[in-house]
């Protein structure tokens, strides 16, 4: 059982949402716009947060955002709602930091399957073993859920983290995005590989002292992505 803030102003599809989870044994928690969940996060933190694009006094991109760029709360799944099916839409969640998006109107046993993707690739008993990891300055601590460059310490999304230490664990091993859509993802993504680009960039930016000449995550053109031990 997980406990999961759903942040949604329209009540029909709260209900639809939150009768969907708690039938699958999750605890849910209400809020219908972002100053109110705000005001929850600083009480409490949910394992998940279900965030709707358009909502009153705060709207879901500035609330993930700030979500992201807090320390206690920085490292929880976001999954964002969103009745705009544009892509730039799409793209931009992903870019505020959130690990996932579906567009409404949206199936609930899709909702759930997703939900349930994310919490299995964040659950901390999901195959970690033995210590760190460390590659060049890089240093992946996956009992810690953290990574750190160089002994400083990187604010990752759930995701980011993933990809990274999916990436890391094979060194030198080509990837497709579609594989990685499916792998970190865990669920077919219907060939979307814009997620996977905005993420690798994210870590770029977040890893490598020069993003614009990466050390760690090469771009394989027309195919992927492999990782790289600058030591090897």
């Given at each position: 059982m997980a406990k999961i803030l759903v942040v949604e102003d329209d009540q029909h599809i709260l209900e639809l949402v939150r009768f969907n989870l708690e039938k699958e044994g999750h605890a849910v928690q209400a809020a219908v716009d972002g100053e109110a969940a705000l005001a929850y996060l600083q009480e409490e933190l949910p394992d998940l947060i279900i965030l709707d694009l358009m909502l009153p006094r705060l709207d879901g991109l500035e609330l993930c955002r700030r979500v992201r760029s807090r320390n206690h709360s920085s490292h929880l799944p976001?999954?964002?709602l969103t009745a705009k099916g544009e892509e730039v839409d799409k793209v931009i969640g992903l870019e505020m930091g959130a690990d996932d998006y579906m567009t409404k109107p949206f199936s609930p046993r899709e909702l759930v399957a997703r939900i349930k993707a994310l919490l299995r690739r964040t659950s901390r008993g999901d195959g970690r073993t033995g210590g760190p990891m460390q590659v060049g300055e890089l240093t992946i601590d996956a009992d810690r859920y953290e990574i750190r460059v160089g002994g400083v310490k990187q604010d990752l999304t759930p995701k980011e983290f993933e990809?990274?230490?999916?990436?890391a664990s094979h060194p030198g091993k080509v990837f497709t995005r579609e594989f990685l859509l499916e792998r970190i993802w865990g669920y077919d993504f219907f060939g979307d590989s814009r997620t996977?680009?905005?993420h690798i960039r994210?870590?770029?930016q977040k890893v490598e002292k020069d993003p614009g000449n990466p050390r760690y995550i090469e771009t394989v053109r027309g195919v992927g992505y492999k990782f790289r031990d600058p030591e090897v």
């Open positions: 976001i999954l964002m990809l990274l230490r999916w990436l996977v680009d905005v994210h870590l770029r």
